[in-house]
């Protein structure tokens, strides 16, 4: 599996999957979340409408799949990263879930290339550094990795894409 990183509006790319930083109720909301949901339509409402009638809610660090509705890529895999709120109980481990429990989904549908983005580092105020940290270990270690072609971590500010830059390089030196 090759990692790369884009800065980038992750609704514009043209890969199997896309990740949405979602919110437990798959219904749309602020950030990434909002741009994924209003870029591809009613579609992915009506999907994630169907998953909550099935299941309920996203619970934090479990995902989901959808169509992409009119998006570029083939699927969005929703996955609800945990609020920082001063850290303390899982929220580390929640938020590798995040990782871990997108890529099953996609090794499940034969993703090959799949894109995420900052996983509660907007509203939900993870700590950057410590979010990509967890990010590209949890990739990087991730057990059936050789079934994906390429990953890619899609930053939408700069001090997230100097983050990943900076770990990534370290990670390959």
């Keep these: 599996m090759k990692i790369k990183l884009l800065q980038a509006d992750i609704t ?5 999957a896309i ?5 437990s109720s798959l219904l ?3 950030g990434v979340d909002g741009a994924i949901h209003r870029k591809g339509g009613s579609e992915i409402l009506e999907a ?3 998953i909550r009638t099935r299941q309920g809610k996203c619970n934090t660090g ?3 799949i959808t169509t992409a509705g009119k998006l570029p890529s083939k699927f969005v895999i929703h996955t609800v990263g945990p609020v920082w709120n001063n850290g303390g109980k899982n929220k580390k481990e929640l938020l590798a879930n995040c990782y871990k429990n997108s890529l099953d989904l996609a090794i499940e549908h034969n993703i090959k290339t799949i894109v995420f983005p900052n996983i509660s580092t907007g509203i939900y105020k993870f ?3 410590l979010a990509a940290e967890i990010a590209i270990k949890t990739v990087a270690t991730y057990e059936y990795k050789n079934k994906i072609d390429e990953l890619y971590f899609c930053c939408f500010d700069q001090e997230n894409y100097e ?4 770990l990534l390089k370290n990670e390959h030196t």
């Design 12 to 16: 514009t790319l043209n890969v199997d």
């Design 19 to 23: 990740v949405n930083a979602a919110n």
């Design 28 to 30: 749309g909301g602020g």
């Design 48 to 50: 994630c409408k169907k």
């Design 62 to 64: 479990e995902a989901v």
């Design 127 to 129: 700590p950057k550094r």
């Design 163 to 166: 983050i990943y830059h900076e």
